[in-house]
């Protein structure tokens, strides 16, 4: 089965400055990745998605890329806001399965 | 659109009783998704279902665990004899798309439960 790792510690920022957070996986390559952000007491919400022969995505001032040399994903946010304050999760599809990570803690600082 | 409705939002439970969580998708979705999310374990999987009919049920943990989805706007999962082992939030998620696994989730706020 697929194993992801994201950035197992909660990832503290600067207002204003980029966050990148990374998500790295094992075995197959999926044929796509995504991006979900979950508030304290809510479902994940999409963000974006890219397929595994795509090298980078951008919306607005959100950026991922995906190297399948590398089995990773980075995700990155910039001019970081406290509002971006949120765990973010990348989600996998391989084959017929589809994983999610444990996600990752972002905490802005004004 | 209401989004994604599931009820209840908690569930307070002792072990051994029977608990069942409802779902309604958003409206012509035609694929849902049954997820349970963990500290441990984050958000796995248990079951997906396109036009009402169960594709995957491979990560649903035993056979105490059932989910049926009788019309396009109705589903259910259900647990019996439930265990505090099973406290968790169990999340809902729809999507447009056949075969739903390839485009984006739209999740509900969740059901936690909490089995003492």
């Known amino acids: 089965s697929q194993k992801i790792e994201q950035n197992s510690e909660a990832l503290n920022i600067q207002e204003g400055k980029t966050a990148t957070l990374t998500c790295n996986y094992t075995n197959y390559s999926p044929a796509y990745l995504q991006w979900y952000r979950q508030d304290p007491g809510r479902g994940p919400v999409f963000l974006l998605l890219i397929r595994e022969n795509e090298k980078e995505k951008r919306k607005e001032r959100l950026k991922v890329t995906f190297d399948t040399t590398l089995k990773q994903s980075l995700f990155h946010i910039t001019a970081s806001q406290p509002a971006d304050s949120a765990t973010y999760l990348c989600?996998?599809?391989?084959?017929?399965?589809?994983?999610f990570g444990t996600g990752t803690s972002l905490t802005v600082i004004p | 659109d209401a989004g994604v409705i599931q009820s209840p939002r908690h569930e307070v439970t002792e072990m051994g009783q029977e608990v069942t969580l409802r779902c309604k998708p958003i409206s012509g979705h035609n694929s849902l998704f049954w997820y349970r999310q963990t500290m441990m374990r984050g958000l796995e999987l248990l079951i997906y279902?396109?036009?009402?009919?169960?594709?995957?049920d491979s990560g649903m943990p035993e056979d105490r665990f059932s989910a049926k989805m009788p019309n396009a706007s109705f589903s259910t999962l259900k647990i019996q004899p439930s265990e505090p082992r099973d406290s968790a939030v169990y999340f809902c998620?729809?999507?447009?798309?056949?075969?739903?696994?390839?485009?984006?989730?739209?999740f509900g706020p969740g059901t936690r439960l909490t089995v003492l």
């Open positions: 998620a729809s999507s447009s798309r056949t075969p739903g696994l390839k485009d984006t989730q739209y």
């Open positions: 989600a996998l599809l391989t084959g017929n399965q589809f994983y």
């Open positions: 279902f396109n036009n009402n009919v169960p594709i995957d």
